[in-house]
């Protein structure tokens, strides 16, 4: 008989199930220096990892002296979208793993993003994850709060009919750990590349334990 040491698994999306993160921040970084705010990969990466540009708007603002309309932010999504329709892929091992978890835990797993709707869609759809999230997708854009608050792990809780802290989140980022810590979850840290100091900024945020295969994951649960 297997024991389940959690009542729902909640996965962010970026970096956890879809390689999207380098494709989002290059197109970022193109857009920030064609407003003369010249940054690295590694420096844009830094600076905005984990948080929805509509968040980082007085930042960008501050450093380019431009003003950033919703139209800057509609070219925004509309660049980010082709470069995502065209490259996007899963994280390895993260179908097998959501296709596993999905059945052990009976279904009750849910993707609790901080990107748009449209966004998390999207690469649901292409990197064939749709069939074990549909209808489970919960976006920070459409709460009042965005991570690092609590709000879409709460609501994707909610709606799943359990207590957050019965769940297991899934997160890559310090500011989604600090999301999954602040809703009572345990937070296991998502970090596959050796050599750099992201474990244990995810342990200082809260995460509970790290881990580097996706793959592994089921059975952790």
Not at 44 to 66: H, N, P, S, Y
Not at 112 to 129: I, N, P
Not at 189 to 203: F, I, N, Q, T, W
Request: some cysteine; aromatic content about 6%.
């Amino acid at each position: 008989m297997v024991v389940l040491k959690f009542d729902a698994v909640l996965f962010d999306c970026d970096g956890v199930l879809v390689d999207s993160e380098p494709i989002t921040n290059g197109v970022l970084r193109d857009m920030l220096e064609e407003l003369g705010w010249t940054l690295s990969s590694d420096e844009c990466m830094r600076l905005f990892i984990g948080k929805a540009v509509k968040d980082e708007v007085a930042l960008i603002e501050a450093k380019t002296g431009q003003a950033i309309t919703e139209d800057w932010m509609q070219r925004f999504r509309e660049r980010r979208n082709e470069g995502l329709v065209a490259r996007v892929k899963p994280i390895r091992g993260a179908v097998g793993a959501a296709a596993a978890i999905h059945a052990l835990y009976g279904g009750r797993i849910a993707c609790a993003s901080g990107a748009d709707r449209f966004k998390v869609e999207l690469q649901m759809d292409k990197c064939g994850l749709m069939p074990y999230f549909k209808g489970r997708i919960f976006s920070g854009h459409e709460m009042p709060r965005s991570k690092p608050a609590p709000d879409v792990y709460l609501a994707a809780a909610a709606a799943l009919g359990v207590d957050p802290k019965r769940c297991a989140v899934i997160e890559d980022t310090e500011t989604g750990v600090m999301a999954g810590v602040a809703a009572g979850a345990t937070v296991f840290g998502y970090s596959p590349a050796a050599g750099h100091d992201a474990p244990a900024a995810l342990k200082a945020a809260g995460a509970a334990l790290i881990f580097t295969d996706m793959a592994a994951l089921p059975d952790m649960l």
